[in-house]
């Protein structure tokens, strides 16, 4: 999981960088959108995996 978490942060970060550095004129909002999905997915990953692995220790 923390894999995962780590794919869709660094998705989230190239997303941001193209979405709010306005390099990206036409998709603008959709890029944004995928941003805050990406990092929404990433942060809900970081927590599943700390709270997962603390279970079944």
């Given at each position: 999981?923390?894999?995962g ?53």
């Amino acid at each position: 999981m923390k894999k995962g978490a780590v794919i869709f942060a660094i998705i989230a970060l190239i997303l941001g960088v193209l979405a709010f550095g306005g390099l990206v004129s036409v998709a603008w909002e959709v890029t944004k959108l995928l941003f805050w999905i990406a990092l929404i997915i990433a942060v809900a990953l970081a927590i599943l995996s700390l709270t997962v692995r603390k279970k079944f220790k």
